[in-house]
């Protein structure tokens, strides 16, 4: 079975613009979470969405969004780029809320 | 709020030897505990998880130990191997947040040849 995939992985953007990154979950997970990781900060949840819905939302501003489509497929966007969106972006699916989580690869975004 | 840490966030041991990463959380509604494994340029792993009403579970070459009373969660790696030189993270579900998941800062295990 093929894993949590991402893409882009790697992404170089300059302040200002926004970005839309995808996440194709494990088949048969309908549950995709999204994180943040830095090395200040480690790993903070973004969002998680189930069957179309936000079900959870972390402590981040607006400028992160995020939705599911149908096939459990998911897309996050940053809008108005800042420097410190520079960030590795993983996302996680699992099967429901309270499952085990798996990982992608994370997309790598730069920032200048 | 809730809270999850490392003790460590380096530990360095000698291949052969076993390793023990320790993390603690602060909320007693934690239900699922589990432990990732992130290597560089790559995205966590799943290692192994453990959930309230037990307090030990085995994997190969992993045991995780939980501690409700005094909220604490361990990883013992028998026989460490340099591959497994990684960045050890303990993530705990809590339930009164929505069943979200909170991750410790991250423990950085090097295994020394």
């Known amino acids: 079975k093929a894993g949590v995939t991402q893409t882009p992985r790697y992404l170089i953007k300059t302040r200002g613009q926004q970005v839309t990154l995808s996440c194709s979950p494990i088949s048969g997970h309908r549950s995709v979470s999204w994180y943040q990781q830095t090395p200040g900060q480690g790993l903070q949840f973004l969002f998680e969405y189930f069957s179309e819905t936000q079900r959870n939302k972390g402590n981040f501003p607006g400028r992160f969004s995020g939705r599911q489509f149908s096939n459990s497929r998911s897309e996050m966007n940053v809008s108005t780029l800042e420097l410190g969106d520079s960030a590795l972006y993983l996302c996680?699916?699992?099967?429901?809320?309270?499952?085990?989580?798996?990982f992608g690869p994370g997309t790598r975004l730069l920032v200048l | 709020g809730e809270s999850v840490g490392l003790h460590l966030p380096t530990l360095s041991v000698q291949e052969g030897d076993n390793s023990i990463i320790n993390c603690a959380y602060s909320n007693s509604a934690s239900d699922y505990f589990i432990w990732y494994k992130q290597e560089s340029g790559k995205g966590p792993q799943f290692i192994i998880d453990i959930r309230s009403n037990m307090d030990k579970r085995q994997g190969q070459r992993v045991t995780v130990l939980l501690n409700k009373t005094v909220k604490h969660l361990s990883l013992q790696i028998a026989a460490t191997q340099p591959g497994d030189s990684a960045v050890y993270f303990c993530?705990?579900?809590?339930?009164?947040?929505?069943?979200?998941?909170?991750f410790g800062q991250g423990t950085e295990l090097s295994v020394k040849p």
């Open positions: 996680a699916s699992s099967r429901g809320q309270t499952e085990t989580q798996y």
């Open positions: 993530a705990v579900i809590f339930y009164n947040q929505g069943g979200k998941l909170i």
